[in-house]
């Protein structure tokens, strides 16, 4: 064998080797993953801030860790920490009867005293909260004895236990990790009482969570769950095929880091299994009514938007039939929600007729709108994060040109986006409802705070009346009471289109085909990852 034979005979070998340990390398990290009853989930975004009393931590990793009094759930409130309670003093009195013998992760007990620190350390930051009606309803916390709590609000407040229940701001931390007696300015630690434990984190790489072996619940029988930090799409989509990670679900954005083609490639490998809730929540425009002078501040205006909308080819196309058109601000299967409203379907002539009867006139056909003139330029704010959000604005910037509307795209990250929202910086944004579990109340009660969409609905001529109905409806205990101003709530806001619905969003989740015990909460924040195991 001459010497050129020999060096290319060497390198196949060694190629052969190459691809023999690469291969082995993967299968033994795709079978430890099962083996070790270990999930890694992609996620598009850091797990940030874990801090469960301010905003910018993962709400799905936030669940992982702490728990609140009670649960939501398909059927009602239910207990979780505080094992009963009742309510009294003419619907202003709570008092919870705790869980015995519950811990948080550093070992402090949880008791009365821990969950009196923790809602007055909330309530003493309640202007961060306002977008939360019971913040501003809780006047004083009282232990009255180690188990024992008593809670008393100003006045009756109906959704008080569902705004307990949410994921933050009222769920439990351990009163070690405060800061001089605080968690407005940050925590000491992430310790709280739920069934995983934040073991380990990068900052922009990866976090860690392992089981909670003293879970009041009982210990989980997924060992570990990775949140490792992926851009949606094909990066995603090649870490699964490598084994690199084995589970995704819909992020606390309402965005999935896989399309519909890749979910499907996964589903049919029969290595991973595909489910998707019921329909959980409304993606949304937001526009800003409260812009003085602005074209945004115009009912024509956001009319004319809604009906230059087409739904149905956003839903089918460009979300692959993974959502569904929406036509009104919650779907009919919300409580309360259920209400007849006009349907706004796509009509670029209606559009049209709307914008020529409102003053607003095109020099030449094809042409921008301008009124008094200043033209009719809108701009529109989307989640650079969001997989789906940039091809949907570029959709509808691509249909408002027909109807003569100028529509700049910016995208943004979406704790920014947050921003602008409360500070009322924008014209229209992209948004979605709390959903299934906190709406109605939690995204109506948010119509009068300046954290949420005060500024969006502030400007309409009903807004008022809006707010003085928004405010009976919190108080009200008779159901029919309730049923009548919550239709009345939905027909202002439908009226005045300060919300164009897009479509209805669920959550879905990718999955490793023996995963037993995959279910979904009711909500669209979190998962049961407590009841998970490997078959």
């Not at 340990?21 to 801030?49: F, Q």
């Not at 709590?149 to 009756?156: A, D, G």
């Not at 976090?207 to 060992?223: C, H, T």
């Not at 998962?527 to 998970?532: C, K, S, T, Y």
Request: aromatic share 10%.
């Amino acid at each position: 064998m001459n010497k050129s034979k020999i060096v290319l005979f060497s390198l196949f070998i060694i190629c052969l080797a190459v691809s023999a340990a690469c291969s082995s390398e993967k299968g033994e990290e795709s079978e430890g993953l099962s083996e070790k009853n270990e999930l890694v989930y992609a996620t598009a975004k850091d797990i940030n801030d874990m801090n469960p009393h301010l905003y910018a931590g993962s709400m799905p990793a936030q669940g992982k860790v702490f728990e609140s009094l009670v649960e939501n759930t398909e059927d009602g409130i239910k207990p979780l920490l505080a094992k009963s309670w009742e309510i009294s003093g003419g619907g202003k009195v709570y008092t919870f009867h705790l869980r015995e013998g519950v811990t948080f992760h550093d070992g402090e007990p949880f008791n009365a005293e821990a969950v009196k620190k923790n809602i007055e350390a909330v309530q003493r930051n309640k202007e961060k909260h306002s977008w939360i009606k019971l913040s501003a309803k809780i006047e004083n916390v009282h232990a009255i004895d180690e188990y024992k709590v008593k809670m008393v609000l100003s006045e009756p407040y109906d959704p008080a236990l569902v705004e307990l229940s949410m994921t933050r701001p009222y769920v439990f931390i351990s009163p070690n990790d405060f800061k001089d007696g605080e968690t407005k300015n940050g925590v000491k630690g992430y310790n709280g009482t739920g069934p995983y434990i934040l073991t380990d984190q990068k900052i922009k790489e990866y976090a860690v969570f392992e089981a909670n072996k003293d879970y009041w619940g009982g210990e989980p029988d997924i060992e570990k769950i990775t949140a490792k930090v992926l851009p949606a799409g094909e990066t995603t989509f090649l870490a699964f095929q490598k084994g690199e990670i084995n589970f995704a679900f819909t992020d606390d954005r309402g965005a999935d880091s896989l399309n519909k083609e890749a979910m499907e490639q996964l589903d049919e490998s029969g290595d991973y299994q595909v489910k998707r809730s019921e329909p959980m929540n409304t993606k949304m425009i937001v526009a800003n009514s409260s812009k003085v002078g602005h074209p945004v501040s115009e009912k024509s205006v956001r009319e004319a938007i809604w009906y230059a909308i087409d739904r149905k080819t956003i839903a089918e196309e460009i979300l692959e039939g993974t959502e569904t058109e929406a036509h009104t601000l919650f779907s009919s299967n919300v409580n309360y929600a259920d209400v007849e409203l006009e349907k706004r379907g796509f009509d670029l002539k209606k559009a049209e007729n709307l914008l020529e009867d409102a003053g607003w006139k095109a020099k030449e056909e094809g042409g921008i709108r301008e009124k008094d003139g200043h033209p009719l330029t809108l701009e529109l704010y989307y989640d650079v994060n969001s997989g789906s959000q940039k091809t949907e604005a570029e959709f509808i910037q691509s249909s408002l040109k027909k109807i003569g509307v100028e529509l700049e795209l910016i995208g943004e990250e979406s704790s920014s986006i947050a921003n602008r929202r409360s500070t009322g910086e924008y014209d229209l944004l992209f948004n979605q409802t709390w959903g299934l579990a906190y709406d109605p109340q939690s995204t109506i009660a948010a119509f009068t705070s300046d954290a949420s969409y005060l500024h969006t609905t502030k400007g309409i001529d009903q807004a008022g009346e809006l707010y003085k109905k928004i405010d009976q409806v919190m108080k009200s205990t008779d159901e029919e009471r309730k049923k009548t101003l919550y239709k009345e709530i939905l027909t202002i806001v439908h009226e005045e289109a300060v919300f164009i619905p897009i479509t209805n969003g669920s959550m879905t989740v990718v999955a490793p085909s023996d995963l037993k015990g995959l279910s979904f909460k009711q909500t669209q924040f979190e998962l049961p990852f407590e009841e998970m195991r490997f078959e």
